[in-house]
Protein backbone atom coordinates (compact mmCIF):
# COMPACT_ATOMS: atom_id res chain seq x y z
CA UNK A 1 0.00 0.00 0.00
CA UNK A 2 1.35 3.55 -1.26
CA UNK A 3 0.74 6.72 0.51
CA UNK A 4 2.41 8.98 -1.75
CA UNK A 5 2.28 12.29 -0.74
CA UNK A 6 1.72 15.09 2.17
CA UNK A 7 0.20 18.34 2.47
CA UNK A 8 2.07 20.66 3.90
CA UNK A 9 0.57 23.14 5.79
CA UNK A 10 0.81 26.68 5.48
CA UNK A 11 3.30 27.75 9.09
CA UNK A 12 2.67 30.90 10.71
CA UNK A 13 4.79 33.06 9.38
CA UNK A 14 6.22 36.31 11.33
CA UNK A 15 9.43 38.41 10.75
CA UNK A 16 10.45 41.69 9.86
CA UNK A 17 9.34 43.18 6.61
CA UNK A 18 11.35 45.52 4.42
CA UNK A 19 10.97 47.52 1.63
CA UNK A 20 13.83 45.89 -0.30
CA UNK A 21 13.18 46.03 -3.82
CA UNK A 22 13.82 42.07 -6.41
CA UNK A 23 16.97 42.33 -6.63
CA UNK A 24 17.10 41.98 -10.32
CA UNK A 25 16.30 43.36 -13.23
CA UNK A 26 13.39 42.32 -15.49
CA UNK A 27 13.69 40.18 -18.04
CA UNK A 28 10.86 40.41 -20.20
CA UNK A 29 11.23 37.85 -22.97
CA UNK A 30 10.83 33.78 -22.48
CA UNK A 31 12.45 31.62 -24.50
CA UNK A 32 10.21 28.78 -25.86
CA UNK A 33 9.63 25.88 -23.59
CA UNK A 34 12.10 23.03 -24.82
CA UNK A 35 10.94 20.24 -25.54
CA UNK A 36 10.82 17.52 -22.19
CA UNK A 37 12.13 14.44 -23.42
CA UNK A 38 10.70 11.11 -22.71
CA UNK A 39 12.98 9.13 -20.57
CA UNK A 40 14.74 5.91 -22.49
CA UNK A 41 12.85 3.26 -22.21
CA UNK A 42 14.12 0.96 -19.33
CA UNK A 43 15.20 -2.26 -21.51
CA UNK A 44 16.55 -2.64 -24.78
CA UNK A 45 14.54 -6.33 -25.19
CA UNK A 46 12.14 -5.90 -27.86
CA UNK A 47 8.33 -6.13 -27.81
CA UNK A 48 7.30 -3.06 -26.05
CA UNK A 49 3.85 -2.74 -24.40
CA UNK A 50 1.72 -0.12 -25.38
CA UNK A 51 0.10 1.60 -22.60
CA UNK A 52 -3.09 3.29 -21.53
CA UNK A 53 -4.09 5.57 -18.78
CA UNK A 54 -6.07 3.33 -16.02
CA UNK A 55 -8.27 6.53 -15.73
CA UNK A 56 -10.96 8.06 -18.44
CA UNK A 57 -10.26 11.96 -18.58
CA UNK A 58 -13.27 13.11 -17.36
CA UNK A 59 -12.79 11.37 -14.08
CA UNK A 60 -9.87 12.66 -13.07
CA UNK A 61 -9.83 14.61 -9.92
CA UNK A 62 -7.53 17.09 -8.38
CA UNK A 63 -9.12 17.51 -4.93
CA UNK A 64 -5.65 16.51 -3.15
CA UNK A 65 -2.81 15.93 -5.90
CA UNK A 66 -4.19 14.57 -8.92
CA UNK A 67 -0.80 12.37 -9.82
CA UNK A 68 1.34 11.30 -7.59
CA UNK A 69 4.68 10.27 -10.43
CA UNK A 70 7.24 8.20 -10.18
CA UNK A 71 10.19 7.68 -8.24
CA UNK A 72 8.82 10.63 -5.91
CA UNK A 73 9.66 10.64 -2.30
CA UNK A 74 6.69 10.37 -0.46
CA UNK A 75 6.12 9.73 2.95
CA UNK A 76 4.90 6.14 1.80
CA UNK A 77 8.26 5.66 -0.58
CA UNK A 78 10.74 7.55 1.17
CA UNK A 79 13.59 5.52 0.90
CA UNK A 80 13.00 3.87 -2.64
CA UNK A 81 11.05 6.17 -4.75
CA UNK A 82 7.60 5.46 -5.42
CA UNK A 83 7.27 2.53 -8.08
CA UNK A 84 3.96 4.01 -9.76
CA UNK A 85 1.76 6.70 -10.58
CA UNK A 86 -1.12 7.61 -7.68
CA UNK A 87 -3.80 8.89 -9.81
CA UNK A 88 -6.80 10.59 -7.93
CA UNK A 89 -10.55 9.86 -9.34
CA UNK A 90 -13.93 11.47 -9.18
CA UNK A 91 -15.93 9.68 -6.80
CA UNK A 92 -18.13 6.76 -8.65
CA UNK A 93 -15.83 6.49 -11.37
CA UNK A 94 -13.50 3.26 -12.34
CA UNK A 95 -10.46 2.13 -12.91
CA UNK A 96 -10.00 0.47 -15.91
CA UNK A 97 -7.15 -1.99 -17.21
CA UNK A 98 -4.12 -0.05 -18.89
CA UNK A 99 -3.71 -2.62 -21.50
CA UNK A 100 -5.09 -5.74 -22.66
CA UNK A 101 -4.00 -8.77 -20.97
CA UNK A 102 -5.12 -11.93 -18.35
CA UNK A 103 -5.76 -11.51 -14.69
CA UNK A 104 -3.47 -12.82 -12.82
CA UNK A 105 -4.69 -12.12 -9.35
CA UNK A 106 -7.49 -10.33 -7.27
CA UNK A 107 -5.86 -9.88 -4.09
CA UNK A 108 -7.24 -8.49 -0.52
CA UNK A 109 -5.20 -6.06 1.16
CA UNK A 110 -5.09 -5.70 5.07
CA UNK A 111 -7.73 -3.19 5.16
CA UNK A 112 -10.44 -4.88 3.01
CA UNK A 113 -9.35 -2.74 -0.26
CA UNK A 114 -8.36 -5.07 -3.37
CA UNK A 115 -5.82 -5.74 -5.30
CA UNK A 116 -5.90 -6.21 -9.36
CA UNK A 117 -2.67 -7.81 -11.37
CA UNK A 118 -3.21 -8.05 -14.81
CA UNK A 119 -0.36 -9.53 -16.70
CA UNK A 120 0.46 -8.59 -20.42
CA UNK A 121 2.71 -10.34 -23.24
CA UNK A 122 4.03 -8.89 -25.94
CA UNK A 123 6.17 -11.22 -27.90
CA UNK A 124 8.53 -13.02 -25.53
CA UNK A 125 8.15 -10.26 -23.29
CA UNK A 126 6.19 -10.38 -20.12
CA UNK A 127 4.33 -6.95 -18.08
CA UNK A 128 2.35 -7.15 -15.37
CA UNK A 129 0.02 -3.96 -14.45
CA UNK A 130 -1.02 -3.45 -10.66
CA UNK A 131 -4.24 -1.27 -9.40
CA UNK A 132 -4.18 -1.14 -5.69
CA UNK A 133 -6.89 0.36 -2.82
CA UNK A 134 -10.73 -0.55 -4.83
CA UNK A 135 -13.01 -0.57 -3.00
CA UNK A 136 -15.11 -3.42 -5.45
CA UNK A 137 -13.67 -5.22 -8.24
CA UNK A 138 -16.23 -6.17 -10.67
CA UNK A 139 -17.71 -9.22 -10.95
CA UNK A 140 -16.02 -10.27 -14.73
CA UNK A 141 -12.58 -9.78 -13.42
CA UNK A 142 -11.10 -12.65 -11.98
CA UNK A 143 -8.15 -14.77 -12.17
CA UNK A 144 -7.43 -16.18 -15.72
CA UNK A 145 -9.74 -13.53 -17.60
CA UNK A 146 -8.91 -11.99 -20.15
CA UNK A 147 -9.51 -8.27 -20.25
CA UNK A 148 -9.55 -5.69 -22.58
CA UNK A 149 -7.43 -2.19 -22.64
CA UNK A 150 -10.08 0.45 -20.73
CA UNK A 151 -12.12 -2.25 -19.40
CA UNK A 152 -13.74 -1.60 -15.53
CA UNK A 153 -11.71 -3.24 -12.90
CA UNK A 154 -13.27 -1.67 -10.41
CA UNK A 155 -13.75 1.52 -8.11
CA UNK A 156 -11.09 3.71 -6.97
CA UNK A 157 -11.04 3.64 -2.55
CA UNK A 158 -9.54 5.71 -0.32
CA UNK A 159 -5.90 6.61 -1.05
CA UNK A 160 -3.83 8.56 1.56
CA UNK A 161 -4.31 11.10 3.90
CA UNK A 162 -6.61 12.83 3.81
CA UNK A 163 -9.05 9.78 1.89
CA UNK A 164 -9.31 10.75 -1.57
CA UNK A 165 -10.49 7.97 -4.57
CA UNK A 166 -7.13 6.75 -6.18
CA UNK A 167 -5.58 4.10 -7.44
CA UNK A 168 -1.75 3.26 -7.18
CA UNK A 169 -1.03 2.01 -10.34
CA UNK A 170 1.94 0.62 -11.70
CA UNK A 171 3.64 -1.06 -14.33
CA UNK A 172 6.35 -4.16 -13.61
CA UNK A 173 8.58 -5.20 -16.67
CA UNK A 174 9.51 -9.10 -15.53
CA UNK A 175 12.67 -8.14 -17.86
CA UNK A 176 13.82 -5.77 -15.67
CA UNK A 177 15.46 -5.62 -12.22
CA UNK A 178 16.40 -3.39 -9.51
CA UNK A 179 18.16 -4.20 -6.05
CA UNK A 180 15.37 -3.05 -3.16
CA UNK A 181 11.12 -3.01 -3.09
CA UNK A 182 9.51 -3.75 -6.30
CA UNK A 183 11.79 -4.49 -8.31
CA UNK A 184 10.30 -4.50 -11.66
CA UNK A 185 8.07 -1.44 -11.34
CA UNK A 186 9.42 1.08 -14.49
CA UNK A 187 7.63 3.90 -15.18
CA UNK A 188 5.06 4.08 -17.25
CA UNK A 189 5.39 7.65 -19.25
CA UNK A 190 7.92 5.24 -21.43
CA UNK A 191 5.31 3.03 -22.71
CA UNK A 192 2.34 5.44 -23.62
CA UNK A 193 0.49 5.10 -26.65
CA UNK A 194 0.62 9.00 -28.21
CA UNK A 195 -3.03 9.45 -26.97
CA UNK A 196 -2.53 8.41 -23.61
CA UNK A 197 0.80 10.55 -23.71
CA UNK A 198 -1.84 13.68 -24.31
CA UNK A 199 -4.18 12.38 -21.91
CA UNK A 200 -1.43 12.15 -19.50
CA UNK A 201 -0.03 16.07 -20.71
CA UNK A 202 -3.27 17.33 -19.65
CA UNK A 203 -3.85 15.98 -16.04
CA UNK A 204 -0.38 16.24 -15.04
CA UNK A 205 -0.51 19.82 -15.79
CA UNK A 206 -3.25 19.86 -13.00
CA UNK A 207 -1.22 17.70 -10.84
CA UNK A 208 0.18 18.76 -7.55
CA UNK A 209 2.50 17.28 -4.49
CA UNK A 210 4.61 18.65 -2.07
CA UNK A 211 7.26 17.10 -3.37
CA UNK A 212 7.60 18.83 -6.71
CA UNK A 213 9.85 21.57 -5.54
CA UNK A 214 12.92 18.92 -5.94
CA UNK A 215 11.21 16.53 -7.58
CA UNK A 216 9.07 18.14 -10.54
CA UNK A 217 9.10 15.62 -12.94
CA UNK A 218 6.17 12.36 -13.88
CA UNK A 219 9.17 10.31 -14.05
CA UNK A 220 12.14 10.81 -11.36
CA UNK A 221 14.79 8.68 -10.20
CA UNK A 222 13.97 6.11 -7.48
CA UNK A 223 17.54 6.87 -5.95
CA UNK A 224 17.86 10.06 -4.87
CA UNK A 225 20.27 11.40 -1.82
CA UNK A 226 19.61 14.01 0.64
CA UNK A 227 19.55 16.76 1.31
CA UNK A 228 18.53 17.12 -2.29
CA UNK A 229 18.20 20.29 -3.77
CA UNK A 230 17.28 21.66 -7.29
CA UNK A 231 18.39 24.87 -9.11
CA UNK A 232 15.51 27.06 -11.21
CA UNK A 233 16.60 29.52 -13.92
CA UNK A 234 14.46 32.40 -14.63
CA UNK A 235 13.61 32.39 -18.08
CA UNK A 236 11.03 35.49 -17.83
CA UNK A 237 10.02 37.88 -15.40
CA UNK A 238 11.03 40.12 -12.75
CA UNK A 239 11.96 37.49 -9.97
CA UNK A 240 15.36 37.02 -9.03
CA UNK A 241 17.71 35.10 -11.41
CA UNK A 242 17.68 31.71 -9.65
CA UNK A 243 15.82 29.82 -7.13
CA UNK A 244 17.37 26.98 -5.61
CA UNK A 245 15.57 24.64 -3.28
CA UNK A 246 16.84 22.13 -0.82
CA UNK A 247 15.08 19.25 0.91
CA UNK A 248 17.03 18.14 4.29
CA UNK A 249 15.40 15.34 5.03
CA UNK A 250 14.44 12.38 3.67
CA UNK A 251 10.91 11.98 6.00
CA UNK A 252 9.39 15.04 5.00
CA UNK A 253 9.07 17.18 2.64
CA UNK A 254 10.44 20.65 4.39
CA UNK A 255 12.11 22.81 2.31
CA UNK A 256 14.90 26.23 2.38
CA UNK A 257 15.59 28.41 -0.04
CA UNK A 258 18.06 30.52 -1.45
CA UNK A 259 17.42 33.44 -4.00
CA UNK A 260 20.33 32.94 -6.95
CA UNK A 261 21.93 36.07 -8.36
CA UNK A 262 22.69 35.78 -11.66
CA UNK A 263 26.20 34.89 -11.15
CA UNK A 264 24.85 32.25 -9.16
CA UNK A 265 25.34 34.37 -5.39
CA UNK A 266 23.24 34.10 -2.99
CA UNK A 267 21.59 36.62 -2.23
CA UNK A 268 18.54 36.13 0.35
CA UNK A 269 18.08 32.29 2.03
CA UNK A 270 15.40 30.83 4.55
CA UNK A 271 12.47 28.52 4.90
CA UNK A 272 9.40 27.88 2.76
CA UNK A 273 6.07 27.05 3.53
CA UNK A 274 3.79 25.17 1.23
CA UNK A 275 -0.12 25.26 0.77
CA UNK A 276 -0.48 22.82 -1.90
CA UNK A 277 -3.95 22.14 -2.02
CA UNK A 278 -4.88 25.40 -2.37
CA UNK A 279 -6.44 26.08 -6.10
CA UNK A 280 -5.87 27.01 -8.60
CA UNK A 281 -2.42 27.55 -7.72
CA UNK A 282 -0.57 25.91 -4.41
CA UNK A 283 0.29 28.95 -1.53
CA UNK A 284 4.29 29.13 -0.83
CA UNK A 285 5.89 31.65 1.28
CA UNK A 286 9.84 32.72 2.08
CA UNK A 287 10.98 33.58 5.06
CA UNK A 288 14.66 34.78 5.67
CA UNK A 289 15.56 36.02 8.72
CA UNK A 290 14.83 39.89 7.59
CA UNK A 291 11.84 39.41 4.86
CA UNK A 292 8.64 37.26 4.16
CA UNK A 293 7.78 36.97 0.28
CA UNK A 294 4.21 35.51 -0.33
CA UNK A 295 3.28 34.04 -3.33
CA UNK A 296 2.09 31.92 -5.92
CA UNK A 297 3.47 29.15 -7.72
CA UNK A 298 2.87 26.41 -10.63
CA UNK A 299 4.64 23.17 -11.56
CA UNK A 300 4.40 21.56 -14.58
CA UNK A 301 7.51 19.06 -15.25
CA UNK A 302 10.69 22.06 -15.95
CA UNK A 303 8.99 24.87 -15.81
CA UNK A 304 7.89 26.62 -12.61
CA UNK A 305 5.78 30.17 -12.46
CA UNK A 306 6.54 31.49 -9.45
CA UNK A 307 4.60 35.19 -8.68
CA UNK A 308 6.39 36.19 -5.38
CA UNK A 309 5.87 39.75 -3.77
CA UNK A 310 8.15 42.19 -2.36
CA UNK A 311 8.86 41.78 1.25
CA UNK A 312 5.78 43.90 3.11
CA UNK A 313 3.53 43.52 0.14
CA UNK A 314 0.37 41.30 0.00
CA UNK A 315 -0.29 37.60 -1.96
CA UNK A 316 -0.67 38.46 -5.95
CA UNK A 317 -3.89 37.18 -6.80
CA UNK A 318 -3.19 34.90 -9.65
CA UNK A 319 0.14 34.09 -12.11
CA UNK A 320 -0.58 36.85 -14.55
CA UNK A 321 2.65 39.12 -13.66
CA UNK A 322 4.77 35.92 -12.69
CA UNK A 323 8.10 34.90 -13.48
CA UNK A 324 9.38 31.53 -15.43
CA UNK A 325 11.37 29.29 -14.08
CA UNK A 326 12.74 26.46 -15.84
CA UNK A 327 14.72 23.27 -14.21
CA UNK A 328 16.36 20.40 -16.30
CA UNK A 329 16.92 16.97 -15.39
ZN1 LIG B 1 1.53 4.76 -5.15
Redo the contacts with the bound molecule.
Sequence with gaps: M?K?WVLAGVALLAAACTDRKSPLAPTAIAAPTPPLVTPPLPTTVPGVLALALPIDGPDFATTAFGI?PFGFHGP??ATEG?????IEYRAGSFVRAAAAGTVLSVLEDSTGRFIVQLEHVVGSHFYRTIY?SLTTVNADIIEAAEVRAGQALGTPGT?GTPGTPGT???LDDLEFHREGPDPKAVTPESFLTPAAKSLFDALWARATFAQELVEPFATNPRTLSFPASRTWTRAGGDGPAGVRFTRRRLEVAEYEYELLAESGTVIERGAVAINVTNRPYPLIALTSPTAVRLGLYDIISNEMRLSLSNPGSPRANDLTNASVYRTSR
Design positions: RAAGDHPGWDTLHFQ
